[in-house]
């Protein structure tokens, strides 16, 4: 009996807390897309936060009081975040896609003062910016490619490929397609970029590869339906070579499966890459 009135105090003490800060309650709608980034500025530092699905992007800056959020894929579903401060405010967002968002920055700062930004964190707003900008900028101009000397792996009814590889502004470009034509859908658990020796030794471990990470993808899919192509794949590199002793590796890896599909570029294809102008 003792356990349950201490439950019961405990639970009481909770609930009068709560009534007490419930007007530090915000709730808003907000719009987050997929080649935009959203941002959240806080008057105080984040303490805890929860997205409520996977299918959203959400950071915490190098400023702890920022958050920035971002689709991961296209048209996601509406979910929800909820956060709170270490000044206990409590916010909860209701977040819904659109591919362009009326409002980028949501600012609540508990004084009104305006959210000064170091010119570190105004610099990476403002690169990423620019990127996204000249993503929508190559996508358009390569969207009628014709492939040349496509580079591809089929396995298992199931193909990966390279339609081309282009140069804009120092940055590199891979267009990819992915074919299936097995009766059985492909689940995409991963798809890495490595660069690897071009001949292993029988010694020879993973420490060997060394992984690339795109810095933008768009149109990258969960799921290969069967029978289905997916084609207009756009990956993002920095500026990278390769010698001759080594080769560009793109791995798609299935999800609870075994169709692992391999493409391996050389340095001969990178150095061709078509200048887009």
Do not use: W
Request: charged share 25%; aromatic share 10%; hydrophobic share 40%.
């Amino acid at each position: 009996m003792k356990h349950i009135v201490i439950l019961f105090i405990t639970i009481a003490n909770v609930l009068f807390a709560f009534g007490q800060e419930k007007k530090n309650v915000i709730t808003n709608n907000i719009e987050v897309g997929y080649d935009k980034t959203t941002f959240i500025v806080f008057g105080s530092e984040v303490d805890f936060f929860d997205v409520g699905s996977e299918d959203l992007l959400f950071e915490i800056t190098a400023k702890p009081n920022i958050v920035k959020l971002k689709g991961a894929v296209e048209g996601f579903r509406e979910t929800n975040v909820t956060i709170v401060t270490k000044k206990g405010e409590y916010y909860s967002f209701i977040v819904k896609y659109n591919a362009n968002p009326e409002t980028l920055n949501h600012i609540f700062t508990t004084d009104g003062n305006p959210v000064l930004m170091d010119k570190e964190e105004f610099k990476e707003q403002k690169e990423q910016a620019s990127l996204l900008k000249d993503f929508d900028y190559v996508e358009k101009k390569i969207s009628n490619e014709t492939p040349i000397n496509t580079l591809s792996s089929f396995e298992y009814r199931m193909g990966l490929a390279v339609s081309g590889i282009f140069v804009y502004k120092g940055n590199i470009y891979m267009k990819l397609v992915m074919t299936n034509k097995s009766s059985i859908d492909y689940n995409v658990d991963a798809l890495m970029f490595s660069v690897q020796p071009r001949r292993k030794s029988r010694r020879a471990t993973s420490t060997q590869d060394v992984y690339q990470q795109p810095i933008h993808s768009k149109n990258l899919p969960k799921s290969v339906l069967a029978n289905q192509e997916v084609k207009n794949i756009l990956v993002c590199f920095v500026p990278f070579t390769i010698s001759n002793d080594n080769v560009f590796d793109i791995q798609l890896v299935e999800k609870e499966g075994s169709r692992t599909l391999n493409v391996k570029l050389q340095s001969k294809h990178i150095l061709s890459a078509k200048i887009i102008q």
